[in-house]
């Protein structure tokens, strides 16, 4: 049974910075392409980022340029550095892997970007 864990969510003003971490167990993170996903009240949840199994990075659009996903194998821990946060980026940031079945989802972390 995989176990996801995301933490590093809070509360931020528009500008600043939060860094997201899952922690994997259950499954070696090496094996796996890996993506952080969010969904806004209201809205459907969206891939944001993702890394494969070699180190290719992918962002959405709406992402690019302000936001870094990263894995860790040793310590099975997937990252999400997030700078010059907007109101727009406001969810719940979730992870998991990407390109195969999902495994069960974690309860997330909620980011707020707000003055």
């Known amino acids: 049974q995989v176990q996801l864990v995301e933490s590093g969510g809070g509360l931020v003003q528009p500008g600043g910075s939060l860094r997201l971490s899952c922690a994997v167990s259950?499954?070696?993170?090496?094996?796996?392409?890996m993506a952080w996903y969010r969904q806004a009240p209201g809205k459907a949840r969206e891939l944001v980022a993702r890394?494969?199994?070699?180190?290719?990075?992918n962002y959405a659009d709406s992402v690019k340029g302000r936001f870094t996903i990263s894995r860790d194998n040793a310590k099975n821990t997937l990252v999400l550095q997030m700078n010059s946060l907007k109101p727009e980026d406001t969810a719940v940031y979730y992870c998991?892997?990407?390109?195969?079945?999902?495994?069960?989802w974690g309860q997330g972390t909620q980011v707020t970007v707000s003055s």
């Open positions: 259950g499954s070696p993170l090496s094996f796996n392409d």
């Open positions: 890394i494969t199994s070699g180190g290719t990075t």
């Open positions: 998991n892997r990407e390109g195969r079945r999902p495994w069960d």
